[in-house]
């Protein structure tokens, strides 16, 4: 009984965490119809700026918080949304989507930029001072937590149904133009929303800190699993918001805490699916929702470019593989690695072409593809063979149409989180396996060689990939000119009418 209590305290705390995180997502996304993929980048940036504050600069922790909570980070979302955000409010899911993935990487890197080489840790407000609750250990930066929580909950529900502010900021997303109309100013909500949104994910980033190492990526990830409390309140009901986080904080402290951890249990992949419960149940929820109308199209669209016809495409391969093989005799050593990760991200990049550009579908698990190939062409002569290229694109397109199965009723904004709860699954449990890639992330493969030739250096495999993107590139425009291509681009225009 004992173990349970200390259970049950533990989640109800992560879950307060992760429901001030929820409750910024659903502001902004209640408020401007915008999901921020960049909201747990935002919180984990404003805990870097708070330790900044009150570490480095000596200032009292409380006058540090109040800086970051009441003035720079609702400054900060506010710039957002008049630099980003305001110029994208009319565009589609997908742009939206990629605008925050952006976001989220450019955060990532000026934490890591700014703050490398140091080791910041965030205190407590009180140290580790506090009192027994039937015999289990409660600090004060718990109640805190919990009270933070309940106050956010309660005072945002008061302010978007029993304000005309919040009212107002829950009708321009609905319908800009008449809210202007009756006199509101809906450019003026729209920042005050992503102000309270930036302002409440710095806040779950300050009382997330202390309890893991201020790292700019786990914190991100961190606040990433509120997503699914976000989706449990289908991004508009604080109240369900509020439970769906409690639910997955008392969730995953009870499969910490109990399931066991000895035997086949101890391995890699299992333990890993204990890490990924919020993924697990984020994926669960989006398959329980009901599922989006089939989408129509709008009066206004643009209208798609004209496929390269063949003997374009011929050109502009030859063009990069010309260009490259120039390229490599001038770089320098450094230069011509650089070259060739850039040429392999490319690579990566040109498989979301026809499944978003051309079919509008969103995936943020192309790298997890990417990496399932690397580990199937590693066993195969350790990767050298075209056998393992081959078992490569075997691999990465089996699981991709598996995972297509369940999540052919998802859309939009839907299907990209559904894609992310996959990705995070695959990085906690199968990547860090000893099978796969093991703890430290590597995994060598030698260059390749294919048909007898070996790729003697880096040189000669920059020019090889140079080829494939361009083989690649032209089977894809081919595509692109037939019947398949065109019922992608029909698809993505108007879903019934391809239908």
Same mark, same amino acid.
């Given at each position: 009984?004992?173990?349970?209590?200390?259970?049950?305290?533990?989640?109800?705390?992560?879950?307060?965490?992760?429901?001030?995180?929820?409750?910024?997502?659903?502001?902004?996304?209640?408020?401007?119809?915008?999901?921020?993929?960049?909201?747990?980048?935002?919180? $984990?940036?404003?805990?870097?700026?708070?330790?900044?504050?009150?570490?480095?600069?000596?200032?009292?922790?409380?006058?540090?918080?109040?800086?970051?909570?009441?003035?720079?980070?609702?400054?900060?979302?506010?710039?957002?949304?008049?630099?980003?955000?305001?110029?994208?409010?009319?565009?589609?899911?997908?742009?939206?989507?990629?605008?925050?993935?952006?976001?989220?990487?450019?955060?990532?890197?000026?934490?890591?930029?700014?703050?490398?080489?140091?080791?910041?840790?965030?205190?407590?407000?009180?140290?580790?001072?506090?009192?027994?609750?039937?015999?289990?250990?409660?600090?004060?930066?718990?109640?805190?937590?919990?009270?933070?929580?309940?106050?956010?909950?309660?005072?945002?529900?008061?302010?978007?149904?029993?304000?005309?502010?919040?009212?107002? $900021?829950?009708?321009?997303?609905?319908?800009?133009?008449?809210?202007?109309?009756?006199?509101?100013?809906?450019?003026?909500?729209?920042?005050?929303?992503?102000?309270?949104?930036?302002?409440?994910?710095?806040?779950?980033?300050?009382? +997330?800190?202390?309890?893991?190492?201020?790292?700019?990526?786990?914190?991100?990830?961190?606040?990433?699993?509120?997503?699914?409390?976000? $989706?449990?309140?289908?991004?508009?009901?604080?109240?369900?918001?509020?439970?769906?986080?409690?639910?997955?904080?008392?969730?995953?402290?009870?499969?910490?805490?109990?399931?066991?951890?000895?035997?086949?249990?101890?391995?890699? &992949?299992?333990?890993?699916?204990?890490?990924?419960?919020?993924?697990?149940?984020?994926?669960?929820?989006?398959?329980?929702? &009901?599922?989006?109308?089939?989408?129509?199209?709008?009066?206004?669209?643009?209208?798609?470019?004209?496929?390269?016809?063949?003997?374009?495409?011929?050109?502009?391969?030859?063009?990069?593989?010309?260009?490259?093989?120039?390229?490599?005799?001038?770089?320098?050593?450094?230069?011509?690695?650089?070259?060739?990760?850039?040429?392999?991200?490319?690579?990566?990049?040109?498989?979301?072409?026809?499944?978003?550009?051309?079919?509008?579908?969103?995936?943020?698990?192309?790298?997890?593809? +990417?990496?399932?190939?690397?580990?199937?062409?590693?066993?195969?002569?350790?990767?050298?063979?075209?056998?393992?290229?081959?078992?490569?694109?075997?691999?990465?397109?089996?699981?991709?149409?598996?995972?297509?199965?369940?999540?052919?009723?998802?859309?939009?904004?839907?299907? +990209?989180?559904?894609? $992310?709860?996959?990705?995070?699954?695959?990085?906690?449990?199968?990547?860090?396996?000893?099978?796969?890639?093991?703890?430290?992330?590597?995994?060598?493969? &030698?260059?390749?060689?294919?048909?007898?030739?070996?790729?003697?250096?880096?040189?000669?495999?920059?020019?090889?990939?140079?080829?494939?993107?361009?083989?690649?590139?032209?089977?894809?425009?081919?595509?692109?000119?037939?019947?398949?291509?065109?019922?992608?681009?029909?698809?993505?225009?108007?879903?019934?009418?391809?239908?």
């Amino acid at each position: 009984m004992h173990e349970f209590i200390a259970f049950t305290i533990i989640g109800i705390v992560a879950g307060a965490t992760y429901a001030v995180a929820a409750s910024g997502l659903v502001v902004t996304y209640s408020t401007s119809g915008i999901f921020n993929i960049a909201h747990g980048a935002i919180g $984990m940036f404003m805990a870097f700026v708070y330790w900044q504050l009150t570490v480095p600069w000596h200032l009292a922790p409380g006058l540090g918080f109040a800086i970051v909570v009441f003035v720079l980070a609702p400054l900060f979302g506010a710039l957002i949304e008049r630099i980003l955000i305001r110029r994208v409010a009319t565009a589609s899911v997908t742009v939206t989507l990629v605008v925050t993935v952006g976001l989220t990487l450019v955060l990532i890197g000026l934490a890591q930029r700014i703050w490398a080489g140091q080791s910041p840790v965030v205190a407590q407000f009180f140290g580790h001072d506090g009192f027994n609750l039937f015999r289990v250990y409660v600090t004060y930066e718990d109640v805190i937590t919990i009270g933070i929580a309940g106050l956010i909950a309660i005072g945002l529900r008061i302010l978007l149904f029993r304000s005309r502010v919040g009212i107002a $900021m829950r009708g321009v997303v609905d319908n800009r133009e008449l809210v202007g109309l009756f006199g509101g100013r809906p450019s003026l909500l729209s920042t005050f929303s992503w102000a309270i949104g930036a302002s409440l994910a710095s806040v779950a980033g300050i009382l +997330a800190a202390p309890i893991i190492q201020l790292n700019p990526l786990i914190l991100t990830l961190l606040v990433i699993d509120a997503y699914a409390a976000a $989706m449990l309140g289908r991004l508009r009901s604080l109240p369900l918001t509020f439970v769906g986080a409690l639910g997955i904080g008392l969730t995953t402290s009870y499969a910490t805490g109990y399931f066991p951890s000895s035997g086949i249990w101890d391995s890699t &992949p299992i333990q890993g699916l204990v890490l990924s419960v919020p993924s697990l149940l984020l994926f669960i929820v989006l398959l329980v929702l &009901p599922m989006d109308r089939i989408r129509s199209g709008s009066l206004r669209r643009q209208v798609s470019l004209a496929p390269a016809g063949l003997t374009r495409s011929l050109q502009g391969g030859a063009l990069l593989v010309v260009g490259v093989a120039v390229a490599v005799s001038f770089l320098s050593v450094s230069g011509v690695i650089t070259l060739g990760i850039g040429l392999a991200y490319g690579l990566i990049c040109l498989s979301l072409v026809p499944l978003t550009g051309w079919g509008g579908q969103v995936s943020i698990c192309q790298m997890t593809f +990417a990496g399932l190939g690397a580990f199937a062409a590693s066993k195969f002569n350790g990767g050298e063979s075209a056998v393992g290229l081959l078992a490569a694109a075997l691999l990465a397109g089996g699981v991709g149409a598996i995972i297509s199965l369940p999540a052919l009723r998802l859309r939009g904004l839907y299907l +990209a989180l559904a894609t $992310m709860a996959f990705a995070t699954l695959m990085d906690n449990s199968f990547f860090p396996w000893s099978a796969a890639f093991g703890f430290d992330g590597s995994l060598h493969i &030698p260059l390749p060689a294919l048909f007898g030739q070996h790729m003697s250096s880096a040189k000669s495999f920059d020019i090889f990939l140079a080829v494939v993107f361009a083989l690649l590139s032209i089977g894809l425009l081919a595509l692109r000119r037939g019947p398949f291509g065109r019922v992608l681009i029909a698809m993505k225009d108007s879903e019934a009418a391809c239908a």
